[in-house]
């Protein structure tokens, strides 16, 4: 896999940041190893190709065969090889949802309700209050050595980004291209055995892909989902 640490986060919600930098991440800290351990989740809210804005769509009943391996994993990080790709996400191949569905958002907007920051900090605010499992899919950094968490100041820094859709990228981002190492985030909540999948793409990657994950076609040749606000 191209992503050299592909792996799933297991931990509970502490804190969290709303994106507000000119290449906004929204920020979670999330606690694992029973409490024990400290991670950040930096999640991609806005596109540094045009346009910025990312696709974005939410389950609030997400079933895979996928998560019914996931309750299992111990908190913390897991790397996730071909031996455990049982658990590996990919938008394309793992019918997961429907990417029709999916619409593009900007990172922040005038109103309530309609950008990613608050779309976010809904999930995990709820996730937070209710000591909801959260898996968070991407390729894990750090531990770093004697630096600290710029975002919430734990030491190591340590955690998960790349939590978006890791194929179908062309130009500088080509060499992140791989099948079965998607990004996402996962929400268990274990009281009521509800799940919820949050799913954040480009508007730069195709959706047509070999099993390299390299784009077979252009985005503007490859019918995956409309791609105007219609919606």
Same mark, same amino acid.
């Given at each position: 896999m191209p992503l050299k640490n592909?792996? !799933?986060l297991k931990g509970k919600v502490y804190d969290m940041n709303m994106g507000r930098s000119q290449n906004p991440h929204f920020e979670v800290h999330v606690k694992g190893e029973e409490g024990k351990v400290d991670y950040r989740i930096a999640i991609n809210i806005a596109s540094q190709a045009y346009p910025s804005e990312v696709l974005y769509? !939410?389950?609030e009943d997400f079933h895979s065969e996928s998560i019914t391996f996931l309750p299992s994993l111990e908190d913390g990080i897991t790397k996730i090889t071909d031996d455990n790709r049982e658990i590996a996400l990919d938008y394309i191949r793992g019918g997961l949802f429907d990417s029709k569905k999916?619409?593009?958002?900007?990172?922040?907007?005038p109103g309530m309700d309609n950008d990613?920051?608050?779309?976010?900090?809904?999930?995990?605010?709820?996730a937070k209050e209710k000591a909801a499992a959260v898996y968070a899919f991407g390729e894990r950094w750090g531990p770093e050595k004697?630096?600290?968490?710029?975002?919430?100041?734990?030491?190591?820094?340590?955690?998960?980004?790349?939590?978006?859709?890791?194929q179908g990228n062309v130009g500088r981002w080509k060499k992140d291209n791989g099948i079965w190492q998607d990004g996402g985030i996962l929400i268990h909540f274990e009281d009521e055995n509800k799940w919820i999948g949050i799913f954040l793409a480009?508007?730069?990657?195709?959706?047509?892909?070999?099993?390299?994950?390299?784009?077979?076609?252009? !985005?503007?040749?490859?019918?995956y989902l409309h791609t105007n606000n219609d919606y």
């Amino acid at each position: 896999m191209p992503l050299k640490n592909y792996s !799933v986060l297991k931990g509970k919600v502490y804190d969290m940041n709303m994106g507000r930098s000119q290449n906004p991440h929204f920020e979670v800290h999330v606690k694992g190893e029973e409490g024990k351990v400290d991670y950040r989740i930096a999640i991609n809210i806005a596109s540094q190709a045009y346009p910025s804005e990312v696709l974005y769509f !939410v389950s609030e009943d997400f079933h895979s065969e996928s998560i019914t391996f996931l309750p299992s994993l111990e908190d913390g990080i897991t790397k996730i090889t071909d031996d455990n790709r049982e658990i590996a996400l990919d938008y394309i191949r793992g019918g997961l949802f429907d990417s029709k569905k999916m619409i593009p958002l900007p990172a922040e907007l005038p109103g309530m309700d309609n950008d990613l920051n608050e779309k976010i900090y809904f999930y995990m605010s709820q996730a937070k209050e209710k000591a909801a499992a959260v898996y968070a899919f991407g390729e894990r950094w750090g531990p770093e050595k004697n630096k600290p968490d710029k975002y919430f100041g734990f030491s190591p820094g340590n955690g998960i980004h790349d939590i978006h859709m890791n194929q179908g990228n062309v130009g500088r981002w080509k060499k992140d291209n791989g099948i079965w190492q998607d990004g996402g985030i996962l929400i268990h909540f274990e009281d009521e055995n509800k799940w919820i999948g949050i799913f954040l793409a480009f508007q730069s990657q195709s959706w047509c892909t070999d099993e390299n994950g390299h784009a077979l076609k252009p !985005v503007i040749e490859c019918d995956y989902l409309h791609t105007n606000n219609d919606y």
